[in-house]
């Protein structure tokens, strides 16, 4: 089985852009999780789609928001770039009847400049 | 104060050497606890996961739980180079889905 991809690896920015992440889960996988990481801060959960439905959130701004297709594909979105959103921006994906497991992705690389 | 607390490090230790990695956490509400392992620029893996409190063992790996302490522990046994990585701990309430609540992460180095 494939697993979790995500595209672009890595992309850089000015501040008061927007960009949108993508993120393919393992095939059969319903529930797709985004994380953000940074040195300082760890592992901070952003939001949680299932069904298309976006199940939990984090405690992030309105700037981050996110919307999983039909085909459990899952985008993430920032407005109004700013500095401190630089970060390595993490998918996972699990299936219904095995969510304790999650598999993640490789991650894609965001530099606000 | 953090929800979930882990010493960063790094820990170096010599090559077969017993390794402890721990967290405490500060939310009795944690069900279930996870450990990840993450190598450079990739995105972490799962290497354990426990719900209950007591002892998991997978090959070199234990994960111990003590809800009642609140504290949480990774051991790996016969360490090798290839262990080194940074060790995040990570846990979540059942009613919450799959929201991960994560550790800072242990950077672990095994020297040969």
């Known amino acids: 089985k494939a697993g979790v991809t995500q595209t672009p690896r890595y992309l850089i920015k000015t501040r008061g852009q927007q960009v949108t992440l993508s993120c393919s889960p393992i095939?059969?996988?319903?529930?797709v999780s985004w994380y953000q990481q940074t040195p300082g801060q760890g592992l901070q959960f952003l939001f949680e789609?299932?069904?298309?439905?976006?199940?939990n959130k984090g405690n992030f701004p309105g700037r981050f928001s996110g919307r999983q297709f039909s085909n459990s594909r899952s985008e993430m979105n920032v407005s109004t770039l700013e500095l401190g959103d630089s970060a390595l921006y993490l998918c996972?994906?699990?299936?219904?009847?095995?969510?304790?497991?999650?598999?993640f992705g490789p991650g894609t690389r965001l530099l606000v400049l | 104060q953090k929800e979930v607390e882990q010493d960063p490090g790094p820990l170096s230790v010599p090559e077969g050497a017993i390794v402890s990695l721990n967290c405490t956490y500060s939310n009795s509400a944690f069900q279930y606890f996870m450990w990840y392992r993450q190598y450079s620029r990739k995105g972490p893996e799962l290497l354990m996961y426990t719900y209950s409190s007591g002892n998991k063992e997978d090959g070199r790996f234990t994960a111990q739980v003590d809800k009642s302490s609140k504290y949480i522990s990774l051991f790996i046994r016969d360490s090798q180079p290839s262990d080194s990585a940074t060790y995040l701990c990570?846990?979540?309430?059942?009613?919450?889905?799959?929201?991960?609540?994560f550790g800072a992460g242990t950077i672990l180095r095994v020297k040969s």
């Open positions: 996972a994906s699990s299936s219904r009847a095995d969510q304790e497991t999650q598999y």
């Open positions: 789609y299932f069904s298309e439905t976006q199940r």
């Open positions: 990570a846990m979540k309430i059942w009613e919450y889905g799959n929201k991960l609540v």
């Open positions: 095939s059969g996988h319903r529930s």
